[in-house]
C-alpha cells in the first residue's frame, strides 16, 4: 500500500529538480551571453583601432556596462532559486552531499553561513537569506575598470593619436 506521504515527497523531488535546472539553465544564459558580448567587445575595439575610428571604440566601452547588467538581472533570478532548492532538500532530508549547498557554496561562498550551510537547522535555512554579489565585489569592478580603460582609450584616440571621431 502507497503511504500518503508519497506522492508529496516526488512532488518535493520533482520541484528540486526543476529549481536546480532552472538555476542551471540561467548560469548557462549568464556564460553565454557574456561570451558573445565580450568576443563584440574584443572585434569593435580591434575594428576602431584599425579603421581609426574612434565612436567604435566609444561602443566598445559600453559593453562591459550590459555585461553588468546582465550578471545583476541574472543574479536576482538566480538566488532565489538556490534558496528553494535549500529548502526543498531540507524538507526531503537531504543535509549531506547536497547539490543546492554546492551552488550555494559556490555562488556565494563569502557569505559566513554558507561555510556551514549543513549544519544549519530547518530555521536558518528558512532565514537564509543569498543574494548575488554586491555592486562592488570582485567581477563588477572587473567590469568598471574594463569600461574605464576603453573609455580612456576612447579619450587618448582622440586627443593624442588624433583619430576621426566617425
Known amino acids: 500500500m ?3 506521504e508519497a506522492p508529496d515527497n516526488e ?3 520533482i520541484e528540486l529538480q526543476q529549481a536546480l535546472e532552472t538555476y542551471r539553465h540561467w548560469i548557462s544564459q549568464l556564460t553565454q ?8 567587445d574584443v572585434a569593435l575595439a580591434s575594428f ?17 556596462m550590459i555585461i553588468l547588467v546582465e550578471y545583476t538581472v541574472i543574479g536576482s533570478v538566480a538566488s532565489p532559486l538556490i534558496n528553494l532548492a535549500l529548502r526543498v532538500e531540507r524538507r526531503l532530508l537531504i543535509r549531506k552531499d547536497s547539490l543546492a549547498a554546492t551552488f550555494a557554496r559556490a555562488q556565494f561562498g563569502l557569505i559566513p553561513a554558507v561555510n556551514h550551510i ?8 528558512r532565514h537564509l537569506t543569498l543574494k548575488w554579489e554586491p555592486r562592488w565585489s570582485a567581477i563588477p569592478i572587473v567590469l ?23
Open 11 to 13: 512532488s518535493l523531488r
Open 144 to 166: 568598471y575598470t574594463a569600461s574605464a580603460v576603453q573609455l580612456g582609450l576612447f579619450a587618448l584616440s582622440l586627443t593624442v593619436f588624433h583619430y576621426q571621431f566617425m
Open 33 to 40: 551571453a557574456s561570451g558573445f558580448f565580450i568576443t563584440a
Open 2 to 4: 502507497v503511504t500518503p
Open 118 to 125: 549543513e549544519d544549519l537547522n530547518d530555521e536558518g535555512v
Open 48 to 64: 576602431g583601432f584599425s579603421q581609426r575610428l574612434a565612436v567604435i571604440i566609444l561602443v566598445a566601452s559600453t559593453l562591459p
